[in-house]
């Protein structure tokens, strides 16, 4: 069974930078597509970023483009996302996701999930 867990969330003013790390105990790691979304209240889940399972291909929600990088380390089995700029809109809980191969847009698209990590952005 994947097992995902998210760290790096806390509370930040507004302008500043975090860094999401999500740990994996994955069997064949190398081969999962790997995503963050986010949930803010009463707001639907959100894909924020993605990566392919060999890195060629990446997304980058629009309201967040030019302020998140993500990346993922094969040997140390995990996937990070920093962002930059933070705004009070980006509050949310953001979650790691995992699928084979390629990443996709839906919820629906992945089969494991962390527990999420608050972020919280104070204006």
């Known amino acids: 069974q994947v097992r995902l867990v998210e760290t790096g969330g806390g509370v930040v003013q507004a302008g500043d930078t975090l860094r999401l790390s999500c740990a994996a105990s994955l069997r064949f790691f190398s081969n999962y597509a790997l995503a963050w979304f986010r949930q803010a209240p009463g707001k639907e889940r959100e894909l924020v970023s993605a990566?392919?399972?060999?890195?060629?291909?990446?997304y980058y929600v629009d309201s967040m483009k030019g302020r998140l990088i993500i990346s993922r380390d094969n040997a140390k089995l995990t996937v990070d996302l920093q962002m930059d700029s933070l705004q009070p809109e980006d509050t949310a809980v953001y979650y790691c996701a995992a699928k084979l191969y390629n990443w996709g847009t839906a919820v629906e698209d992945y089969d494991d999930w962390g527990q999420g990590t608050q972020v919280t952005v104070s204006s």
């Open positions: 990566i392919n399972w060999d890195a060629s291909s990446t």
